[in-house]
């Protein structure tokens, strides 16, 4: 049935990631396997009862609820009303999930190559209300069946494995007030009423006006390297490995590109507040050319972006602003806090370093300081953003 090996970048995509466990004798490895569109489609999605997340991915906060994604397994739902104590309440299944967001009671999350929408107005109860099939597909072609990549994790002792190769084969056949919040590694985000996604070399666009029926509208091209995307102002800032593209919406159905502004060959989040960008620039993984960074831009005129400072950082991730205040996660080297009211001096004006906390992602919500580390969800108090404290900490289960 599987013939006629075709695109051989495909190939690439489909080999083991390693990652190390938390024992030095042993390492998870993430085996890929493939399967067909039917075959996805028929695995168990919805809700389950409440268990701890294993790995944390991306995280959102939607009313008094956090929701923290379990890469490629589904959506951890806590009760967030007090940060100090958050109550683990389900989890929401669905295979190959990645990304998540919410409007009006609405969430959309990915399923492989399709997009979910969730009824959340009985929390106890959340229904599958819609699928809008093949929107995040890469091979979408008529008359091709499809084949998606599954990943399982599997604790082996070191050395005792081969690293193997999957072969990709095909047969021929015939953001506002009722959205949530997203961190700044997000691949989904809302405005006016409209659901726009990034995949690694595009932008989708999805109606989700009445909230139960997105609707598919078109993908616009952008070139390989896209990583996150940022709503501010009508304007969406999508951040790229080689730099930052700005889009108009004022349109929201046709998206328009207004500028690039380039850098060097890095990971790039990008957060924006009033009239200036900030980006964070990284080594390490496909990030390996980049210096270690963060980037002010100034974005008052929007087609034309300029630089205003450059600050040595030493291994930066996401990042999230409130106020006269910038939180920056610096991997294995912590969160550290700055003020930004002057973006000339911000490295005059770090405020604090916390070096226990291995943190990738972080949103300033209304209640507290929401911070993804290696070993699960931490909480901070940041009313005061020189003596962040921390409120609780949702413990990944190794």
Not at 16 to 36: G, L, P
Not at 260 to 283: E, W
Not at 330 to 348: A, L, P, Q, V
């Amino acid at each position: 049935m599987k013939k006629n090996l075709t695109n051989a970048f495909l190939i690439l995509l489909a080999f083991a990631v390693f990652t190390s466990c938390k024992k030095d004798e042993y390492e998870t490895i993430q085996i890929v396997k493939m399967i067909s569109a039917k075959e996805m489609r028929a695995m168990p999605t919805g809700l389950t009862r409440a268990t701890p997340a294993k790995k944390t991915g991306k995280i959102y906060i939607y009313k008094d609820y956090l929701f923290i994604n379990e890469p490629n397994e589904g959506i951890h739902i806590y009760n967030n009303t007090n940060p100090s104590a958050p109550v683990n309440m389900a989890f929401l299944k669905i295979p190959g999930n990645v990304d998540l967001a919410i409007h009006n009671n609405i969430l959309y999350a990915d399923n492989f190559i399709d997009l979910l929408a969730f009824d959340l107005s009985n929390i106890n109860n959340i229904t599958l209300v819609k699928r809008v099939t093949d929107v995040f597909s890469q091979f979408n072609n008529p008359g091709i069946e499809k084949y998606i990549y599954t990943y399982k994790d599997t604790v082996v002792k070191k050395q005792t494995y081969k690293r193997e190769m999957q072969y990709v084969a095909f047969s021929t056949s015939s953001s506002q007030a009722s959205s949530g919040q997203g961190g700044s590694m997000a691949r989904f985000t809302l405005m006016n009423d409209y659901l726009y996604t990034v995949g690694t070399s595009n932008l989708n666009l999805f109606n989700v006006k009445t909230a139960s029926d997105p609707t598919f509208l078109k993908t616009i091209s952008l070139g390989w390297g896209v990583e996150t995307i940022f709503p501010y102002d009508n304007k969406l800032f999508i951040g790229t490995n080689r730099g930052m593209r700005i889009f108009s919406a004022s349109d929201p159905a046709n998206p328009v590109q207004l500028s690039t502004y380039s850098h060097i060959f890095a990971c790039d989040p990008v957060v924006v507040q009033g009239k200036y960008a900030y980006v964070t620039l990284r080594t390490g993984n496909l990030c390996r050319q980049a210096s270690n960074q963060l980037e002010v831009v100034d974005i008052e005129d929007p087609t034309k972006p300029k630089q205003i400072a450059v600050y040595p950082m030493q291994n930066p991730h996401g990042l999230s602003t409130s106020g006269d205040y910038l939180f920056l996660c610096e991997g294995s080297y912590g969160i550290k806090s700055f003020n930004i009211r002057d973006n000339t001096k911000i490295s005059d004006n770090m405020l604090q370093h916390l070096n226990n906390i291995k943190s990738f992602d972080v949103i300033a919500g209304p209640k507290s300081l929401i911070v993804t580390g290696e070993d699960g969800v931490y909480q901070l108090n940041y009313s005061n953003a020189a003596n962040l404290r921390q409120l609780s900490l949702i413990k990944n289960q190794f």
